[in-house]
């Protein structure tokens, strides 16, 4: 028993539930072992939360209260059966809010599950089922204990909700005094103030009126609803009581209570079709208050543009007069000066000029002025107070819209739970229940171990996005200090590719006087051969060179003036592959001393082994040359490639 109570609770018998929630007045089925007074007094007894649903019926009109008599449930020509009585009751009865009834707030949940076994420490199931606990003491189960409030506070809730509806009421009297009505197209200056706020009164009086139509609709609505459940829960009480000698009798229950949801079918549709029919009768009040409220909009206008048409003449009629009475006043001036004969003339004038206006009837009319315009600014502001509440009218019809959209997929849910229940009904009567016991206990708790694993795999799965969220960051940070890093660098490579061409035009200006070194040197290395052959040859003859002397002296002097300009060459490169300034007496090839350099040539002339070794020592020079020329070009080569 104890799983099939939890497999049913869970499973089978759980309806679904509606993020919309509707107050409603509690009705409960009369059972076989309790009356309906009984259940009557356990639902009177739960306090409304909020009292603006009492203060809204305590505002309508004696009309609609006829037209909700009207508006009752009609009790169709069936059987009665044993249920019958306590359905009666229900329809029969004024559920409309009042100051002594209770109501359920719209916040509170509007129906329970159906019965969900709750195992205690002891070992002992409770079995809920909303609002009220059904019970057997055959199988164990035990009622849900209601906390009743206690009779002080109860006394103080209904005389503070029978002040508030007796000050509604007063005030409801005191808005619906006659009044006759004003034109809409009338003079301009006489529209007021107290006018508008009445008519706006009247008109949220209606809608509040409307609102309540509509709140006792949901009432029947979930009244409905409560007497489906009961149905369902009586239903799941006679599978528990299959083993019972009661079989007979809870097989004609369960056809009465059949009989009973066709009877509450046909009032749910009957319910519907009403609430849409007024749904329109709203919708066709609220276009004509928008074309009331446009009228009134044009009528203001118009009577606006006239207080200023009126103000501008006004106001050229007073600079009119004002300057005719300067005009005048320089008339007196004159007549006073020409002639005290012309006396008896400037008294008509001066009575002429009291009939005038006097400054005094000009500060009359600029404040009369002053006040028009303080009445067309207080005239703007009313306009501005109804459209805010034309905006707030239209925000309450859309969400009574969205209420009754809401409530029309609640009711196709429920026909949907009622058939899927029939359904489970009729597969119960077929299969074995054992057997159904065992297979849904497994899967429930086949179920569980899955929620439970879900569960673990969501927490592990935030903590993964966590952990990522928190890498993305630092990674977002790194990537913006490296977008920061290679923008700096892009910069640092502009300047090297500019340094780095410049420094090619510099190589590619040193290869080509290195080129033209090597030529130079290897003419200067043939004439030193040519010359050394030449002087073997002299010596092997051994004969005597005096005329040749001369022509060899001149050959050494051109072959050190060779020399010294190659090895200022050599500085010259040096220097300038070091980073050096040049030095620009060797650039211009300026000689400080050509004298001496004449005496050191032809000193040097007689001795042939110092040529010899200032030729070798050239010849060393311009070696380190050129290992330096190529060892700077690779370091270059090397330094471009790492830019590129």
């Given at each position: ?42 639902f009177?007894s ?40 306590g ?36 070992g ?34 209904r ?113 519907f ?75 008509t ?26 009445k ?54 077929q ?66 590719k ?39 040859q ?42 050096r ?6 650039l ?28 070798r ?28």
């Amino acid at each position: 028993m104890q799983d099939f109570c939890n497999a049913s609770g869970n499973l089978a018998f759980q309806p679904i539930r509606r993020q919309v929630t509707i107050p409603t007045a509690h009705v409960m089925p009369s059972t076989l072992g309790t009356p309906s007074s009984n259940t009557n007094e356990c639902f009177g007894s739960v306090l409304p939360k909020d009292s603006a649903l009492h203060a809204y019926s305590s505002v309508a009109p004696p009309e609609h209260n006829i037209a909700d008599d009207t508006r009752k449930f009609e009790t169709p020509n069936i059987e009665p059966t044993l249920n019958q009585s306590g359905l009666l009751n229900a329809f029969c009865t004024d559920h409309r809010p009042s100051a002594s009834t209770g109501i359920v707030h719209a916040d509170t949940e509007p129906y329970g599950a159906l019965p969900e076994i709750r195992s205690t420490g002891k070992g002992e199931f409770t079995c809920k089922t909303g609002q009220y606990a059904l019970y057997q003491n055959s199988h164990g189960w035990k009622p849900e204990q209601y906390s009743l409030q206690p009779g002080a506070e109860i006394s103080a809730w209904r005389h503070r909700q029978d002040s508030e509806n007796m000050r509604l009421r007063m005030e409801q009297l005191q808005l619906a005094r006659p009044c006759p009505p004003t034109p809409v197209y009338g003079l301009g200056l006489q529209t007021d103030p107290g006018q508008w706020e009445r008519i706006l009164k009247t008109r949220e009086g209606v809608f509040l009126e409307k609102e309540v139509l509509l709140e006792r609709q949901r009432q029947h609505i979930f009244q409905l609803e409560q007497k489906l459940r009961g149905n369902e829960v009586q239903a799941h009480s006679t599978l528990l009581s299959q083993t019972s000698p009661y079989n007979d009798m809870y097989i004609i229950k369960m056809q009465e209570l059949q009989r009973e949801v066709t009877f509450l079918r046909a009032q749910f549709a009957e319910k519907f079709d009403s609430s849409s029919t007024e749904k329109a009768e709203l919708e066709k009040k609220l276009n004509a208050g928008e074309a009331e409220s446009r009228s009134l909009r044009e009528a203001m206008k118009e009577a606006a543009q006239k207080h200023t048409e009126e103000l501008r003449k006004q106001e050229e009629r007073v600079k009119g007069r004002d300057r005719h009475i300067n005009s005048l006043k320089k008339k007196c001036q004159k007549e006073t000066e020409q002639n005290k004969e012309k006396q008896q003339r400037i008294e008509t004038l001066e009575r002429y000029l009291a009939d005038l206006p006097t400054v005094q009837d000009h500060q009359k009319q600029t404040q009369e002025l002053k006040g028009l315009q303080e009445k067309s600014s207080l005239l703007q502001e009313q306009v501005s107070e109804l459209e805010k509440s034309l905006t707030e009218i239209r925000n309450l019809n859309r969400e009574k819209e969205t209420q009754l959209a809401t409530e029309k997929r609640r009711g196709q849910e429920l026909m949907s739970t009622i058939g899927s229940l029939k359904e489970e009904i009729e597969c119960f009567k077929q299969t074995d229940v054992g057997e159904k016991e065992k297979r849904l206990t497994q899967e429930s708790e086949e179920l569980r171990q899955e929620v439970l694993s879900l569960q673990k795999e969501q927490e592990c799965l935030r903590k993964v996005m966590e952990s990522q969220k928190k890498k993305i960051e630092q990674m977002s940070s790194k990537v913006k200090v490296l977008e920061e890093q290679v923008a700096q660098e892009e910069g640092t490579g502009d300047a090297l590719k500019v340094e780095v061409q410049r420094k090619e035009t510099a190589l590619q200006q040193l290869r080509a006087a290195v080129k033209e070194l090597a030529v130079q040197n290897q003419d200067l290395m043939e004439q030193n051969v040519t010359l050394q052959e030449r002087l073997r040859q002299t010596r092997g003859a051994a004969q005597p060179a005096e005329l040749e002397a001369g022509t060899i002296i001149t050959l050494y002097s051109e072959l050190n003036l060779c020399l010294k300009d190659l090895r200022s060459i050599c500085t010259l490169l040096s220097q300038r592959m070091e980073g050096r300034d040049p030095n620009l007496s060797l650039l211009l090839g300026i000689h400080s001393a050509p004298h001496v350099e004449d005496e050191d040539g032809a000193s040097d002339s007689l001795s042939l082994d110092k040529h010899l070794d200032a030729v070798r020592r050239l010849k060393r020079e311009i070696e380190d040359l050129r290992t330096t020329i190529s060892d700077r070009y690779a370091q270059d080569m090397g330094d471009n490639c790492i830019t590129q």
